[in-house]
Protein backbone atom coordinates (compact mmCIF):
# COMPACT_ATOMS: atom_id res chain seq x y z
CA UNK A 1 0.00 0.00 0.00
CA UNK A 2 3.04 2.24 1.06
CA UNK A 3 4.65 1.68 -2.40
CA UNK A 4 1.42 2.63 -4.13
CA UNK A 5 0.76 5.66 -2.22
CA UNK A 6 4.14 6.74 -3.01
CA UNK A 7 3.61 6.12 -6.73
CA UNK A 8 0.40 7.72 -6.70
CA UNK A 9 2.17 11.31 -5.44
CA UNK A 10 5.01 10.98 -7.78
CA UNK A 11 2.29 10.91 -10.26
CA UNK A 12 0.16 13.70 -8.96
CA UNK A 13 3.73 15.60 -9.02
CA UNK A 14 4.18 14.81 -12.47
CA UNK A 15 0.70 15.99 -13.73
CA UNK A 16 1.04 19.27 -11.38
CA UNK A 17 4.35 19.92 -13.02
CA UNK A 18 2.92 19.38 -16.70
CA UNK A 19 0.08 21.66 -15.30
CA UNK A 20 2.20 24.98 -14.11
CA UNK A 21 4.57 24.55 -17.47
CA UNK A 22 1.36 23.90 -19.96
CA UNK A 23 -0.18 27.12 -18.60
CA UNK A 24 3.20 29.13 -18.45
CA UNK A 25 3.30 28.35 -22.00
CA UNK A 26 -0.46 29.04 -23.30
CA UNK A 27 -0.11 32.36 -21.68
CA UNK A 28 2.17 32.92 -24.32
CA UNK A 29 -0.08 32.13 -27.06
CA UNK A 30 1.26 29.51 -29.24
CA UNK A 31 4.95 30.16 -29.26
CA UNK A 32 7.00 28.46 -27.60
CA UNK A 33 9.62 30.23 -24.98
CA UNK A 34 12.86 29.61 -25.05
CA UNK A 35 14.40 27.65 -22.21
CA UNK A 36 15.55 29.44 -19.42
CA UNK A 37 19.40 29.85 -18.23
CA UNK A 38 20.08 27.45 -14.94
CA UNK A 39 19.34 30.17 -11.93
CA UNK A 40 22.16 31.23 -9.94
CA UNK A 41 22.49 32.57 -6.70
CA UNK A 42 20.44 32.12 -2.79
CA UNK A 43 16.67 32.04 -3.05
CA UNK A 44 14.66 31.34 0.34
CA UNK A 45 11.51 29.93 0.88
CA UNK A 46 9.18 32.99 0.70
CA UNK A 47 6.32 31.18 2.01
CA UNK A 48 7.47 30.18 5.11
CA UNK A 49 8.84 33.93 5.78
CA UNK A 50 5.59 35.13 4.83
CA UNK A 51 3.79 33.36 7.99
CA UNK A 52 6.33 35.32 10.44
CA UNK A 53 6.27 36.23 13.10
CA UNK A 54 3.05 34.20 13.70
CA UNK A 55 4.60 30.81 13.07
CA UNK A 56 7.83 29.49 12.81
CA UNK A 57 9.29 27.59 9.89
CA UNK A 58 8.22 24.25 11.79
CA UNK A 59 4.91 25.38 11.99
CA UNK A 60 4.59 25.98 8.37
CA UNK A 61 4.98 22.74 6.04
CA UNK A 62 7.91 23.13 3.82
CA UNK A 63 10.59 20.89 1.99
CA UNK A 64 13.86 23.01 2.82
CA UNK A 65 14.49 26.96 3.87
CA UNK A 66 17.50 27.68 1.07
CA UNK A 67 18.15 26.53 -2.11
CA UNK A 68 22.16 27.60 -2.99
CA UNK A 69 22.54 27.82 -6.94
CA UNK A 70 26.16 27.69 -7.03
CA UNK A 71 26.69 25.91 -9.61
CA UNK A 72 25.21 25.70 -13.74
CA UNK A 73 24.29 21.95 -12.39
CA UNK A 74 24.31 21.70 -8.62
CA UNK A 75 22.04 23.26 -6.06
CA UNK A 76 22.82 23.21 -1.95
CA UNK A 77 19.47 22.27 -0.39
CA UNK A 78 19.57 23.22 3.31
CA UNK A 79 16.27 22.41 5.52
CA UNK A 80 17.28 24.34 8.96
CA UNK A 81 19.39 21.42 10.34
CA UNK A 82 21.34 19.84 7.53
CA UNK A 83 22.60 20.78 3.94
CA UNK A 84 23.04 18.60 0.88
CA UNK A 85 24.22 19.17 -3.13
CA UNK A 86 21.61 17.68 -5.65
CA UNK A 87 22.05 18.06 -9.39
CA UNK A 88 19.38 19.76 -11.05
CA UNK A 89 18.56 19.99 -14.95
CA UNK A 90 16.75 21.51 -17.39
CA UNK A 91 13.43 19.35 -18.01
CA UNK A 92 11.41 20.57 -20.80
CA UNK A 93 10.74 23.43 -22.97
CA UNK A 94 10.54 26.89 -21.10
CA UNK A 95 11.82 27.45 -17.50
CA UNK A 96 11.01 23.71 -15.83
CA UNK A 97 13.53 22.39 -14.09
CA UNK A 98 14.42 19.11 -12.30
CA UNK A 99 16.26 18.37 -9.10
CA UNK A 100 17.54 14.57 -9.20
CA UNK A 101 16.46 12.35 -6.10
CA UNK A 102 15.01 15.36 -4.07
CA UNK A 103 13.03 13.22 -1.67
CA UNK A 104 11.38 9.84 -0.80
CA UNK A 105 8.90 10.84 -3.64
CA UNK A 106 11.68 10.78 -6.08
CA UNK A 107 12.65 13.88 -8.32
CA UNK A 108 11.33 17.45 -7.60
CA UNK A 109 10.66 20.25 -10.41
CA UNK A 110 10.51 23.96 -10.25
CA UNK A 111 9.52 27.02 -12.80
CA UNK A 112 12.31 29.68 -12.71
CA UNK A 113 10.27 32.96 -13.04
CA UNK A 114 12.67 35.45 -14.38
CA UNK A 115 16.00 35.56 -12.11
CA UNK A 116 14.09 36.46 -9.00
CA UNK A 117 11.67 33.73 -7.79
CA UNK A 118 11.00 30.39 -8.46
CA UNK A 119 8.01 27.86 -7.52
CA UNK A 120 8.84 24.78 -6.00
CA UNK A 121 6.58 21.88 -6.69
CA UNK A 122 6.07 20.17 -3.48
CA UNK A 123 2.89 19.94 -2.88
CA UNK A 124 3.97 15.41 -2.65
CA UNK A 125 5.80 16.71 0.21
CA UNK A 126 4.06 19.42 2.01
CA UNK A 127 1.06 18.22 1.47
CA UNK A 128 -0.84 21.65 0.79
CA UNK A 129 -2.32 22.53 -2.45
CA UNK A 130 -0.42 25.50 -3.25
CA UNK A 131 3.42 25.31 -4.36
CA UNK A 132 6.25 27.06 -2.38
CA UNK A 133 7.43 30.49 -3.55
CA UNK A 134 11.70 30.80 -3.00
CA UNK A 135 12.45 34.35 -4.00
CA UNK A 136 16.05 35.35 -4.72
CA UNK A 137 18.24 37.49 -2.52
CA UNK A 138 21.35 39.27 -2.36
CA UNK A 139 24.04 40.63 -0.17
CA UNK A 140 23.29 43.68 1.99
CA UNK A 141 25.68 45.86 3.49
CA UNK A 142 28.58 42.83 3.11
CA UNK A 143 26.35 40.85 5.23
CA UNK A 144 25.82 37.40 4.41
CA UNK A 145 21.70 37.12 3.57
CA UNK A 146 20.35 33.69 3.76
CA UNK A 147 17.05 32.53 5.13
CA UNK A 148 18.42 32.87 8.88
CA UNK A 149 19.23 36.53 8.55
CA UNK A 150 15.65 36.82 6.58
CA UNK A 151 13.74 34.91 9.97
CA UNK A 152 16.00 37.06 12.75
CA UNK A 153 14.97 40.14 11.15
CA UNK A 154 11.24 39.36 11.48
CA UNK A 155 11.46 37.53 14.98
CA UNK A 156 14.24 39.79 16.89
CA UNK A 157 16.25 42.34 15.21
CA UNK A 158 15.97 45.65 16.91
CA UNK A 159 16.82 48.05 19.82
CA UNK A 160 15.14 47.18 22.78
CA UNK A 161 15.08 49.11 26.77
CA UNK A 162 16.40 45.92 28.73
CA UNK A 163 15.71 44.58 32.01
CA UNK A 164 17.42 41.94 34.28
CA UNK A 165 15.61 40.46 36.84
CA UNK A 166 13.20 43.54 36.71
CA UNK A 167 15.38 46.07 37.05
CA UNK A 168 15.87 48.26 34.16
CA UNK A 169 19.38 48.60 32.32
CA UNK A 170 20.22 52.25 31.75
CA UNK A 171 21.33 51.00 28.06
CA UNK A 172 19.76 49.67 25.46
CA UNK A 173 20.15 46.12 23.91
CA UNK A 174 19.98 45.56 20.11
CA UNK A 175 19.84 42.12 18.83
CA UNK A 176 21.03 42.88 14.91
CA UNK A 177 19.94 40.31 12.05
CA UNK A 178 23.17 38.80 11.62
CA UNK A 179 23.11 36.67 15.27
CA UNK A 180 25.12 39.86 16.89
CA UNK A 181 24.13 41.25 20.16
CA UNK A 182 25.40 44.24 21.50
CA UNK A 183 24.91 45.75 24.85
CA UNK A 184 24.29 42.09 26.98
CA UNK A 185 27.62 41.16 27.99
CA UNK A 186 28.93 38.43 28.48
CA UNK A 187 26.35 37.58 25.53
CA UNK A 188 28.14 38.61 22.52
CA UNK A 189 25.32 36.78 20.20
CA UNK A 190 22.59 34.35 20.10
CA UNK A 191 21.00 32.03 17.77
CA UNK A 192 16.88 31.04 17.32
CA UNK A 193 16.20 27.36 17.00
CA UNK A 194 13.79 26.90 14.15
CA UNK A 195 14.78 22.93 12.94
CA UNK A 196 16.32 20.34 14.44
CA UNK A 197 16.30 18.48 17.80
CA UNK A 198 16.11 22.17 19.92
CA UNK A 199 12.72 22.30 18.79
CA UNK A 200 11.98 19.29 21.80
CA UNK A 201 14.17 20.96 24.30
CA UNK A 202 10.97 22.54 26.67
CA UNK A 203 8.46 20.79 28.23
CA UNK A 204 5.84 21.77 27.40
CA UNK A 205 7.56 22.82 23.54
CA UNK A 206 8.26 26.42 23.17
CA UNK A 207 10.78 28.77 21.11
CA UNK A 208 14.02 28.64 22.45
CA UNK A 209 16.67 30.76 22.07
CA UNK A 210 21.35 30.51 23.01
CA UNK A 211 22.73 33.33 23.98
CA UNK A 212 26.35 32.88 23.01
CA UNK A 213 29.20 34.06 25.60
CA UNK A 214 32.55 35.57 24.99
CA UNK A 215 34.10 32.08 25.69
CA UNK A 216 31.48 30.61 22.85
CA UNK A 217 29.42 28.64 25.30
CA UNK A 218 25.72 28.74 24.94
CA UNK A 219 23.09 29.03 27.46
CA UNK A 220 19.14 27.93 26.37
CA UNK A 221 16.11 29.75 27.37
CA UNK A 222 12.98 29.69 26.46
CA UNK A 223 11.19 33.08 24.94
CA UNK A 224 7.97 34.50 24.08
CA UNK A 225 7.20 37.77 21.88
CA UNK A 226 4.19 39.65 22.49
CA UNK A 227 2.63 41.77 20.05
CA UNK A 228 5.19 41.56 17.08
CA UNK A 229 8.42 42.65 18.74
CA UNK A 230 7.33 45.26 21.22
CA UNK A 231 8.45 42.96 23.90
CA UNK A 232 10.67 39.95 24.08
CA UNK A 233 10.73 37.60 27.26
CA UNK A 234 13.48 35.32 27.64
CA UNK A 235 12.76 32.65 30.78
CA UNK A 236 15.13 30.26 32.23
CA UNK A 237 15.04 26.14 31.22
CA UNK A 238 16.10 23.54 33.49
CA UNK A 239 19.42 21.55 33.19
CA UNK A 240 19.30 18.77 30.41
CA UNK A 241 17.84 15.27 32.10
CA UNK A 242 20.33 12.30 31.68
CA UNK A 243 19.60 10.00 29.00
CA UNK A 244 16.80 11.67 28.26
CA UNK A 245 16.06 14.44 25.05
CA UNK A 246 14.25 17.19 26.00
CA UNK A 247 11.72 17.74 28.92
CA UNK A 248 13.09 20.38 30.46
CA UNK A 249 10.83 23.07 32.42
CA UNK A 250 10.45 26.15 31.73
CA UNK A 251 11.33 28.32 35.11
CA UNK A 252 11.11 31.90 35.70
CA UNK A 253 11.70 35.03 33.41
CA UNK A 254 15.10 36.12 33.49
CA UNK A 255 14.91 38.64 30.66
CA UNK A 256 12.92 41.28 29.42
CA UNK A 257 13.16 43.61 26.36
CA UNK A 258 10.84 46.45 25.38
CA UNK A 259 10.43 48.64 22.67
CA UNK A 260 8.87 51.30 24.75
Known amino acids: MKIVNSRVQ ?3 QFVLAFA ?18 PPTGKFVNATVLGKCPDKMPVDVPHFCLELNF ?3 DSVLVDNGFEKFSLPFSLAADGCTFKI ?7 DMYFVLDGDTSIQLIDTAWTK ?12 LDGENVGFEYLLNECILAG ?3 FFNEGNLAPHQVAFMPNGQLNGMKPFLGYVLCYAGDCLEETEPASRTIDLIDEKGQKQTFAFKSIGG ?5 LYSI ?6 MKGGRPIGPMVYEFRTE
Open 10 to 12: ILS
Open 20 to 37: FLFQACSSGGSKVPAPCA
Open 70 to 72: WDD
Open 100 to 106: VGASLFG
Open 128 to 139: LTGFSTFNRVRP
Open 159 to 161: EYA
Open 229 to 233: KMAIE
Open 238 to 243: GPPIPD
